[in-house]
């Protein structure tokens, strides 16, 4: 092991040997846990925690579930939907807050950061409060208002994060050989921050499809999400069902950072995580 | 770079770019949130609606001992998460920081993975090991306990009969506070690690080599110039993991007891059972306000 720069004796070989043997452990909590469900999830046993042999059936009574496929496509259509309008307005508003000074902009600045920092609860029963008084019938339209009311925030501050670094004399250039400002736009100013669009894009239906607390005040009958189907499933009891459905869940949160690690080299834009 | 919109057109783009983001959160986040503030002084209506007279009495009913415990318990959740999370936290992220450069990433990276699954997926690999016939307790009235019988056949000593006794019940760890303690520090131990090791990657080492030329040994060192210089990252990881710890809901859901609950549980109750809207806003709203002062604390530290 290469000496650390807290010395060379024998002592600080120790303190190093334990720290690392801390960062090791550390890593074991934060995995362990995961790698068991995921090998719960083959395990034939259907009430033991022991290993009694392997089998995909867990995986085969999953995919013939018709319930956690209208959930799947309930999550899909609330993230999807959600994504899509929150990336449009929050990179309009990024623009805004990056481009201009204007009365109000402090107020609403901190308006901007506050759906991000409130506890998940707080914000759930606002909605809820609001969705009931105002005699909304809760459903799918008002899982995805709600979602959009928070992923505005995240999409905003990655693509703000992203513009910070922008070269506005390209945009000088562009209009000097006559483009118009939409083509200026269209041509130089989209195609650079498009890796912090991509990335908040992401960022927010990540935020979505995972999201629990606030989805479940604001749903209603028929409008059961992935998770919302997943939490009724565990407070049913344990069943290696849900095993099998949180391993895919585990694959599909895996392939969506390893996508956004991909879009970020694409263009050495940066992701805050908050 | 941002300026004062210097043309009619300007002013037009501007009001273009800003004006559906402003709406959705001003129709959407501030009056909710004003409205909560509104009801929080209101009184629950005979059928569950909310009867607009304005009182304290919400906030009065605070200190009622059956709320003033399950707010204790909330804080000490939280404080015992916050204190866990920073004690290993802090140490795993010097790991990360003191390795070469190039593992670094990975290594954060890595730690990010488990950050970005589903934290209800997650919670729910507790119950696998926590419960009575889970993981651990499987092992313990199992394994463990087949084992100390056979060796008590095998030699007899005194100390089997206590052991045997004791690995015969599954042990008490689900639905207790521990339980939660260990869900929310799973939960957030990243939150702890990240700024920490933003502050410690910071560091300039040679100062520590200065500290040591002055005589200092390893432990003074580390109290007074390692610590100090990255206390900044102590604060802010500290308030990232108090702050959801004190808001948690799914956590003491799904792995506390009946008997340990949380503000979070209590403003559901409130919500979804008791119908109780105005003592449910006027809980949110303190929580709220806790977590504001939190919040400035921790961009005061960002600041600096």
New interface residues.
């Given amino acids: 092991m ?1 000496a ?4 060379k004796r024998q ?2 070989r120790w ?2 040997r334990l ?2 043997v ?2 090791v452990a ?2 074991l ?3 362990l ?2 790698a ?2 995921v090998v ?1 999830s083959f395990n034939v046993s259907r ?4 290993w009694r042999g392997f089998t995909l059936d867990w995986y085969a009574s999953l995919f013939a579930n018709e319930a956690i496929g209208a959930a799947l496509k309930n999550s899909l259509i609330v993230a999807g939907a959600s994504t899509l309008i929150s990336t ?3 990179t ?2 990024a ?8 009365w109000g902009k402090l107020a ?1 600045d901190a ?2 950061y ?2 991000i ?7 759930a ?6 969705f009931v ?1 105002s005699h909304g019938r809760l459903g799918l339209i008002t899982i995805i ?2 979602h ?2 928070f992923n ?2 995240f999409v ?1 501050v990655v693509v703000r994060a992203r513009l910070a670094y922008f070269d ?1 004399t390209l945009e000088e250039a562009a209009q000097d050989l006559y483009a118009n400002e939409w083509q200026t736009f269209r041509r130089v100013t989209l195609p650079l921050i498009m890796p912090g669009i991509l990335g908040g894009a992401l960022l927010a239906f ?1 935020l979505s499809i ?1 999201d ?2 606030i989805t479940f ?1 604001t749903s209603g009958p028929g409008s059961t999400t992935l ?1 919302l189907r ?2 009724s499933m ?1 407070k049913l009891g ?1 069943t290696p069902e ?2 099998a459905l ?1 391993s895919m ?2 694959l599909a ?2 392939a ?2 390893m996508l956004s ?1 991909i879009l970020q080299k694409g263009g050495g834009g940066r992701i805050e ?1 908050t | 770079m941002a300026a004062q919109p210097r043309s009619r057109r300007e002013t037009l783009r501007l009001f273009f770019l800003i004006s559906p983001s402003l709406f959705w959160l001003v129709v959407f986040f501030l009056i909710p949130l004003l409205l909560v503030f509104a009801i929080s002084f209101g009184q629950r209506g005979t059928y569950g609606g909310v009867k607009w007279v304005l009182n304290l009495q919400n906030y009065l009913r605070f200190f009622d001992p059956l709320y003033l415990r399950i707010f204790g318990r909330t804080f000490y959740i939280a404080a015992v998460t916050t204190l866990i999370c920073l004690i290993t936290g802090y140490p795993l992220a010097y790991f990360i920081a003191t390795r070469p450069p190039r593992w670094r990433n990975g290594l954060i990276l890595l730690l990010m993975v488990p950050f970005w699954t589903n934290f209800l997926v997650r919670t729910y690999a507790w119950i696998l090991i926590l419960r009575d016939a889970g993981l651990i307790n499987t092992f313990w009235t199992g394994s463990l306990h087949a084992t100390l019988l056979h060796l008590s056949g095998l030699v007899p000593l005194p100390i089997w009969e206590p052991l045997l006794h004791v690995t015969a019940h599954p042990l008490a760890l689900f639905g207790t506070d521990w339980a939660i303690i260990i869900g929310l520090v799973y939960g957030w131990l990243p939150d702890m690690v990240l700024p920490c090791y933003a502050a410690i990657e910071r560091f300039d080492f040679s100062l520590v080599e200065a500290a040591q030329d002055l005589y200092a040994n390893r432990l003074k060192s580390f109290l007074r110039v390692i610590l100090p210089l990255t206390m900044s990252g102590i604060v802010a990881g500290s308030v990232l993991v108090f702050i959801p710890s004190l808001g948690a809901y799914v956590t003491p859901d799904l792995l506390g007891g009946a008997k340990s609950i949380m503000i979070g549980n209590v403003i559901y109750s409130q919500f979804m059972s008791a119908r109780d809207y105005p003592f449910g806003s006027a809980i949110s709203f303190v929580l709220m306000a806790v977590m504001l002062v939190g919040t400035l604390i921790y961009f005061r530290m960002g600041t600096e």
């Fill in positions: 290469k650390t720069r807290v010395g002592r600080g303190l190093s720290l690392t801390h960062g550390g890593y909590f934060l995995y846990p995961i068991i469900l719960f009430y033991a925690a022991a449009v307005f929050g309009m508003v623009l805004a807050m990056e481009r201009y000074k204007f609403f308006l901007l506050l759906p920092i409130i506890p998940d609860i707080a914000m029963v606002m909605l809820l409060l609001f008084l208002i709600s959009v009311a505005i925030s905003a506005i990540t995972d629990f607390v005040f998770p997943i939490y565990v344990v849900i095993n949180s869940m585990l949160s895996m969506l950072v690690l995580i």
